[in-house]
């Protein structure tokens, strides 16, 4: 383009406006009415839709980790044992179990979450750790220690 004056080509804004009302646009296409029509009520519109996107995103995160504590605390009542001693006795086992395994263990396979608690305190009463919190013995079925075979491995670690 050839300006002949100032003024036309401080009033040229060019192909960048037009990419950039087009990017609202996209955002708002699913808006009704004139807030997907009118790109200055589009533009407020798409830009308070970002602020609750990025917030938003958080917040899933921390009711994911809610949840996922929600259902481990659960799991342990069923099996008489707290959230710490069962945390303390897979790290002191080395069972490096994050919270969403544990959960998702808890939820789809009651039985291996079963056998982590009684492995979690068998170990926390090798080392010596009481916890008043907890009861003496897991509800439920017993589990012997042979039939997951950690007993040897755990009386090694112990001498």
Known sequence: MVFLTV??????RGPDEFWRKRRV????AHYIGRR????????RNVHRALV???KARKLKKQDMIDLWNTRIN???????????????????????L??????????WEPRTFESL???AKQKM???????????????????NLKDVMLEAWLKERKQ
């Open 7 to 12: 003024a036309n080509w401080v009033r040229s």
């Open 25 to 28: 646009f996209r955002l708002a």
């Open 125 to 143: 009463n090798y080392d010596g750790f009481i916890d008043n919190a907890d009861k003496k013995h897991p509800t439920g079925v017993n589990l």
């Open 117 to 119: 608690a009684a492995v």
């Open 36 to 43: 997907r029509n009118c790109y200055s009520i589009a533009v």
């Open 74 to 96: 659960a799991a342990c009542e069923q099996h008489n044992i707290t959230y710490f001693t069962l945390k303390e006795g897979l790290d002191r086992a080395n069972i490096l």
């Open 98 to 107: 994050d919270r969403k395994s544990l959960s998702d263990l808890a939820c």
């Open 52 to 54: 609750y996107a990025t």
